[in-house]
């Protein structure tokens, strides 16, 4: 998957779980400018960041990193 599809499928399920990326960012213990280039696309996630993502947004790693290019 390109990091810029993950980038808008974790901002996408955050603003559906009714995030702000300040509130997922101190649920997460990060900084918002790491949550912000991972939005962005612009950082590598880390695998275990993102199993905390699905985890704080209440859905599957699966489903965080599914590729929508089918």
């Known amino acids: 998957m390109e990091y810029d ?3 808008q499928r974790v901002r996408a399920f955050r603003k559906l ?3 702000t990326q300040q509130e997922l960012a101190e649920r997460l213990e990060v900084s918002v400018a ?9 950082r590598k996630p880390d695998p275990k960041l993102l199993e905390r993502i699905s985890e704080t947004l209440g859905i599957s790693y ?3 990193t599914a590729d929508s290019r089918r």
Not at 34 to 42: F, K, N, P
């Open 5 to 7: 599809q993950l980038a």
């Open 17 to 19: 779980k009714g995030f």
């Open 34 to 42: 790491v949550l912000g280039s991972l939005e962005r696309g612009t």
């Open 62 to 64: 699966k489903e965080l």
